[in-house]
């Protein structure tokens, strides 16, 4: 064989049969595609935690870029396989289990990118209009209401009732600072932002409420739905501008990676705004003496890594050092490499679109919890996730606490 034969060789394998092309909006993942081993191993198949529980091929990391090929050689088209997009909590393991990522050396830096992957077919789905019937109901809602309907689709979720949560606590509208409460615990789990609160104003930090939030986008990111998701940026943009903000805490690490990730490409000029995470706030607080925790806990607790946190962002340490300065508390420690491999199942939206599959995600969470001796807490720091991992670990007699909730309690503090 010549050189030429094997450079004509390479082109084909490389451009395939077909046209070559791909739509907009999947072609800059072509190379991403590529880049996928496709070796039928076990990397990214063992710890994503939707594979796991189907056993389907079809939801694979590996078949999530398969088909990226197989459009580019005309094989296959969006119509073909945009179900198959849903079953993926954007978690982010196989990502970091990807030998592609692994070679590097630096498992938060340089990444496969599956999520950018199953992000642009879910678009591709939503402008070919081929939509899931529950997110396109999700998504019709929030741009509805201006927020989520995380309390079913008939209970209107307002832009009034998203700050119930915080009366009685006198903060005021707008300024340098704005704590931006999350739908899902604002509306479903108000413990959460209460405490968030609660343990700010005691550290000193002097902070608002928007006069109008929206929900962050995330969800319509996720789904598809990137037009209303735009909406919600440019509303909760032009609230912060207006009322003079700077800062923005965010208690929920899926609103935080929404924020950082997508605000910026919409607004050229977004770099005027600090995002801060509210766990690393509270863990500075706790660690320069600003917020002391006096009261003990009597409980042997183990914690989650949430996804957005552990596996996207590299956040693990603050966490354990906070569950670490709670006295009384006994904390049994799993190692944070090891939760790749651990999921709620709740993320991308997945429990409204397969809320049995949620389920099953979150029951096999909980059971590996009933396996360290004498734990009888789970703690995790990230609301969507608590609200599948509570319906489980009531089954099974296990209690599911937010970190908040609980250092808010070890400071003295009723939420």
Not at 68 to 73: N, P, Q, R, T
Not at 225 to 239: C, Q, R, S, W
Not at 297 to 313: A, E, G
Not at 325 to 339: C, E, N, R, S
Request: aromatic share 8%.
């Amino acid at each position: 064989m010549s050189a030429e034969d094997v450079r004509k060789g390479r082109e084909q394998a490389t451009n395939g049969d077909g046209d070559g092309n791909l739509p907009v909006g999947i072609d800059e993942w072509r190379d991403a595609a590529y880049n996928c081993f496709s070796s039928g191993h076990k990397f990214c198949r063992e710890v994503c935690p939707v594979m796991q529980v189907t056993h389907d091929e079809r939801h694979s990391p590996t078949a999530f870029h398969a088909n990226v090929v197989a459009m580019e050689k005309g094989h296959l088209d969006i119509e073909d396989v945009a179900e198959d997009y849903v079953h993926c909590t954007m978690c982010g393991a196989c990502e970091l289990r990807c030998p592609n990522t692994l070679f590097t050396g630096d498992f938060y830096r340089f990444r496969q990118r599956t999520i950018g992957v199953v992000r642009a077919m879910r678009k591709l789905a939503v402008d070919r209009g081929i939509h899931q019937p529950n997110w396109k109901r999700w998504a019709e809602r929030t741009d509805q209401w201006g927020n989520e309907p995380v309390l079913g689709w008939n209970i209107e979720t307002s832009d009034a009732k998203v700050r119930d949560w915080a009366v009685g606590l006198d903060l005021p509208t707008g300024g340098e600072t704005v704590i931006f409460a999350d739908c899902e615990a604002a509306f479903k789990r108000p413990s959460i932002p209460r405490a968030v609160a609660l343990l700010l104003q005691a550290g000193g930090i002097e902070f608002g409420l928007m006069s109008q939030q929206w929900c962050c986008g995330g969800p319509m990111f996720e789904t598809g739905y990137h037009d209303i998701a735009h909406k919600m940026v440019e509303h909760n943009i032009l609230d912060w501008r207006r009322n003079g903000t700077k800062r923005i805490i965010c208690p929920d690490p899926h609103d935080y990676i929404t924020i950082i990730e997508h605000y910026p490409e919409l607004d050229e000029n977004f770099d005027e705004f600090e995002v801060v995470l509210a766990l690393d706030l509270i863990a500075d607080l706790i660690r320069d003496g600003k917020v002391t925790l006096t009261n003990e806990i009597d409980s042997t607790v183990t914690y989650h890594d949430p996804c957005r946190l552990n596996k996207r962002l590299g956040k693990w340490q603050a966490p354990r050092e906070i569950l670490r300065a709670i006295p009384g508390l006994k904390f049994v420690d799993v190692d944070h490499v090891t939760q790749w491999s651990y999921c709620s199942g709740a993320g991308s939206n997945l429990f409204v679109e397969k809320p049995e599959l949620t389920a099953k995600i979150s029951r096999r969470r909980i059971d590996k919890v009933k396996e360290l001796d004498g734990v009888d807490t789970l703690v995790s720091a990230c609301p969507w996730s608590e609200r599948p991992l509570t319906e489980q670990g009531e089954a099974q007699g296990l209690e599911v606490y937010d970190i908040f909730e609980l250092v808010a309690e070890a400071a003295g503090f009723e939420v």
